[in-house]
T-cell receptor
């Protein structure tokens, strides 16, 4: 079955710690995205990647970093510079950008200890 | 500016009632795409439908129907004979096709939480 997997489901971060959220897809999609969702709000774009070894900042990239070394994988690191990281993080992918439909993974909930 | 507005924060209905979720959008592009996603309590966003700006045909899929009107910049979603399993948060989203959105960013509304009671 093709799809998008995210791990872990829940993640706890201590002050000053960097944490990495995993996103893997086996849909053979070129484009991948990271969104952040805060309670009662819509999703906001953090980073996106249209092709391997290339990625672009979204609307709220500060305090986050990504890599795209493989087509299937697009991990997101929440750095200590992100002062308010508690949120639900959703990864998505699409065949290409713009006109294609984005499909989402199950999400990772990040909490600060 | 691009924006999606879902004015209804929460809607509560009794099973078998019809319910319409409103979505109004703003865009600077003449070509764009509109989406509806469902977010059940598990959290995953489930894709429901995509419409292109040049195709104003309404769509029906089982109990779901969508009314796209460019004249009022609206893309409303109706559930007929609602069921308890329809309880979820529903998001409307916009993706512009112009050069300002090479990355295909989705602009989301704030979502409408639908509660269907038995």
């Amino acid at each position: 079955d093709g799809g998008i997997t995210q791990s872990p489901k829940y993640l706890f971060r201590k002050e000053g710690q960097n944490v990495t959220l995993s996103c893997e897809q086996n849909l053979n999609h070129d484009a991948m995205y990271w969104y952040r969702q805060d309670p009662g709000q819509g999703l906001r774009l953090i980073y996106y990647s249209q092709i391997v070894n290339d990625f672009q900042k979204g609307d709220i990239a500060e305090g986050y970093s990504v890599s795209r070394e493989k087509k299937e994988s697009f991990p997101l690191t929440v750095t200590s510079a992100q002062k308010n990281p508690t949120a639900f993080y959703l990864c998505a992918s699409s065949k290409r950008t713009q006109k294609e439909t984005q499909y989402f993974g199950p999400g990772t909930r990040l909490l600060v200890l | 500016a691009q924006k999606v507005t879902q004015a209804q924060t929460e809607i509560s209905v009794v099973e078998k009632e019809d319910v319409t979720l409103d979505c109004v959008y703003e865009t600077r592009d003449t070509t764009y795409y509109l989406f509806w996603y469902k977010q059940p309590p598990s959290g995953e966003l489930v894709f429901l439908i995509r419409r292109n700006s040049f195709d104003e045909q309404n769509e029906i899929s089982g109990r779901y129907s969508w009314n796209f009107q460019k004249s009022t910049s609206s893309f409303n979603f109706t559930i007929t004979a609602s069921q308890v399993v329809d309880s979820a948060v529903y998001f409307c989203a916009l993706s512009e096709a112009g050069i300002y959105n090479q990355g295909g960013k989705l602009i989301f509304g704030q979502g409408t939480e639908l509660s269907v009671k038995p």
